[in-house]
């Protein structure tokens, strides 16, 4: 009985309740908002473990140096150190879109992680907040999904040959072409990288890539 009380104290029934809040608040921004455009499992299993390590990295950082009779203010700032230095922590460059999602999951994850004196009704409507803030700019500014290509006809990359080049996308890509972006051409390899959007939803996680590793390779399916 005392291992119990010990184990479910009030304190530890508080954190319980912020976190199941900062769960379900990041799993309603990832899943419903980000995964449903973007389709990108690898930065969903990524937005909602990283949620959940970091509030209770700086939730038990906090607890830990108040213990020692630290200023909380210490804490916070070694806590904000390390979260955002992962972001750093990576091998592929980073979308400006996912940046952001993953600015916002971990600010919401530091938000609920302290404000531990913060009445449960208040933090919800925070969050509510943030979740609202992310849907009127999903809705109002979104953009229709784009990819990558390395397109080998550079003749047809010319302002007065758009048409042709759309036609030809159209074909080739399956799909209504919305508008093309022409990047970085290579006269010597008659290669030029576009930006293609077009309507619909994105075909599968590695639009955005311009070259392929093997872990993509190994999850496109052969038919």
Partial sequence: MDIFKITFSVEY???LIHLAICIATNWIIVDRLYYRKSHRRDFYFTFMLISIAIFLLVYFMIFVLEDMKTKTSIGIGIGLFGIFSIMRYRTDSMPVREMTYLFVIVALSVVNAVASNTPVCQLVVTNAIVIAAVYLCERHLSTPPSKLVQYDRIELIRTDRR????SDLEKRLGVKVEKVE???VDFLRDMAVLKVYYHGEPSSSTSHKLK???EDLTTIDPS
């Fill in 212 to 214: 392929l590793g093997k």
């Fill in 163 to 166: 048409s042709e080049l759309i």
């Fill in 13 to 15: 029934i508080v954190m």
């Fill in 182 to 184: 022409v990047g970085a």
